[in-house]
């Protein structure tokens, strides 16, 4: 059967997580039922987690755990669409595409993760450890029945979260260091100017420094620490530093000091580091490094799949190490809702079995994960 007719039309591939709910997936499928032949349509909304290469799957081994799934039968119609209740973006689609489209909606469950992704080797090649969410069309006998590669389409959508309006307040940390033999201490005090950051944001770090010991300070390090922990099936945690500053900074015994020092945390100076958390990307999108997690309380972090945390951390080196931890967040600033677009000016996002190049239109039955357009 071919489907280089059927499309899939959304507003948008991502969905934002407010932490207490999350945006609905909506859209249009485009159907011809005189191809179906017989068969049903659906929609299905999954979210997967990876954790090995494609190339694995040629042993027999499935390197992904379906997080979850909600399929949805469009055609025949189970509900006549003038009952249906649609959204904004629904209605406009319905009346641009004709009769022969159906709309589709999902809630997400409040615990499911957002998109994220470690970024692999220069060198490694295919899908590796991410959080990835997928909208997917097909035709089948049944729900259950097995679909072949030719009758579905594919498309990544995101799930992501934006900085919260209300923040905490600014991170500060102080410690007193005691000596042997030295009849006093040495007080340290780091602070940052607020709780969240957005990305691109230079981080200001103020220290200062009391050094009433009889100790030299003989360094000064500074670095921005990514804690990112793998929660859904092993729960290990990868701490990268995103951004380092090495100050020689010297400071006598009985001296003081108060200086502000600027971090800038980007993915741009880590591009080349695996294990490094991302935010999760749409195919042919850049990234950015994953935003910090905000959890709704109450749910299992077990199900969450990767868990993102960050922290300045500063180090004194008095013959051994002195060194403070200041929890931060960053995250990407909530975008203007308050725009409202004319039906001639929105822009709809299409999907089409036609526009996967390269694809072998077999027999083979099994799914696929293929590229967007």
């Given at each position: 059967?071919?489907?280089?007719?059927?499309?899939?039309?959304?507003?948008?591939?991502?969905?934002?997580?407010?932490?207490?709910?999350?945006?609905?997936?909506?859209?249009?499928?485009?159907?011809?039922?005189?191809?179906?032949?017989?068969?049903?349509?659906?929609?299905?909304l999954?979210?997967?987690?990876?954790?090995?290469?494609?190339d694995?799957?040629?042993?027999?081994?499935?390197?992904?755990?379906?997080?979850?799934?909600?399929?949805?039968?469009?055609?025949?119609?189970?509900?006549?669409?003038?009952?249906?209740?649609l959204?904004?973006?629904?209605?406009?689609?319905?009346?641009k595409?004709?009769?022969?489209?159906?709309?589709?909606?999902?809630?997400?469950?409040?615990?499911?993760?957002?998109s994220?992704?470690l970024?692999?080797a220069?060198?490694?090649?295919?899908?590796?450890?991410?959080?990835?969410?997928?909208?997917?069309?097909?035709?089948?006998?049944?729900?259950?029945?097995?679909?072949?590669?030719?009758?579905?389409?594919?498309?990544?959508?995101?799930?992501?979260?934006?900085?919260?309006?209300?923040?905490?307040?600014?991170?500060?940390?102080?410690?007193?260091?005691?000596?042997?033999?030295?009849?006093?201490?040495?007080?340290v005090?780091?602070?940052?100017?607020?709780?969240?950051?957005?990305?691109?944001?230079?981080?200001?770090?103020?220290?200062?420094?009391?050094?009433?010991?009889?100790?030299?300070?003989?360094?000064?390090?500074?670095?921005?620490?990514?804690?990112a922990?793998v929660?859904?099936?092993?729960?290990?945690?990868?701490?990268?530093?995103?951004?380092?500053?090495?100050?020689?900074?010297?400071l006598?015994?009985?001296?003081?000091?108060?200086?502000?020092?600027?971090?800038?945390?980007?993915?741009?100076?880590?591009?080349?580091?695996r294990?490094?958390?991302?935010?999760?990307?749409?195919?042919?999108?850049?990234?950015?490094?994953?935003?910090?997690?905000?959890?709704?309380?109450?749910?299992?972090?077990?199900?969450?799949?990767?868990?993102?945390s960050?922290?300045?951390?500063?180090?004194?080196?008095?013959?051994?190490?002195?060194?403070?931890?200041?929890?931060?967040?960053?995250?990407?600033?909530?975008?203007?809702?308050?725009?409202?677009?004319?039906?001639?000016?929105?822009?709809?996002?299409?999907?089409?079995?036609?526009?996967?190049?390269?694809?072998?239109?077999?027999?083979?039955?099994?799914?696929?994960?293929?590229?967007?357009?």
């Open positions: 059967m071919c489907w280089s007719q059927v499309a899939v039309y959304m507003g948008k591939r991502d969905f934002v997580d407010h932490v207490n709910s999350v945006e609905p997936v909506d859209g249009v499928v485009l159907i011809d039922p005189e191809l179906l032949k017989g068969k049903k349509a659906y929609v299905a999954s979210c997967m987690f990876r954790y090995g290469r494609d694995m799957d040629v042993l027999g081994l499935s390197f992904r755990r379906d997080i979850y799934l909600s399929t949805r039968q469009i055609y025949p119609a189970l509900q006549d669409k003038k009952q249906c209740t959204t904004k973006v629904q209605e406009k689609l319905l009346r595409l004709g009769d022969n489209a159906y709309p589709f909606f999902f809630e997400f469950p409040d615990n499911l993760p957002c994220v992704g970024q692999p220069p060198k490694d090649v295919g899908k590796h450890c991410a959080v990835e969410f997928e909208v997917k069309a097909f035709s089948a006998e049944s729900q259950d029945a097995k679909v072949r590669k030719r009758s579905t389409v594919h498309l990544m959508i995101r799930k992501v979260q934006f900085a919260p309006e209300k923040t905490g307040p600014a991170p500060s940390m102080s410690i007193t260091r005691d000596f042997l033999m030295s009849d006093k201490p040495l007080h005090e780091a602070s940052l100017e607020k709780q969240t950051f957005y990305h691109g944001e230079p981080i200001h770090v103020r220290v200062n420094i009391n050094n009433e010991s009889n100790k030299s300070v003989k360094n000064l390090i500074l670095s921005v620490d990514q804690i922990t929660v859904l099936y092993s729960n290990d945690s990868y701490m990268k530093s995103v951004d380092l500053l090495e100050s020689e900074e010297y006598e015994a009985g001296e003081k000091m108060e200086k502000v020092y600027t971090l800038l945390p980007l993915l741009a100076n880590n591009k080349k580091r294990g490094i958390a991302l935010d999760g990307k749409l195919k042919h999108e850049d990234t950015n490094l994953a935003s910090s997690s905000v959890i709704k309380e109450g749910v299992l972090k077990e199900v969450l799949g990767i868990l993102v960050y922290r300045v951390t500063v180090k004194l080196i008095v013959g051994g190490e002195v060194g403070l931890e200041l929890p931060f967040q960053l995250m990407h600033p909530k975008p203007d809702s308050g725009i409202i677009c004319s039906e001639e000016e929105m822009v709809f996002e299409e999907f089409k079995r036609a526009n996967l190049k390269g694809m072998k239109e077999d027999e083979e039955e099994g799914n696929i994960s293929a590229g967007e357009p």
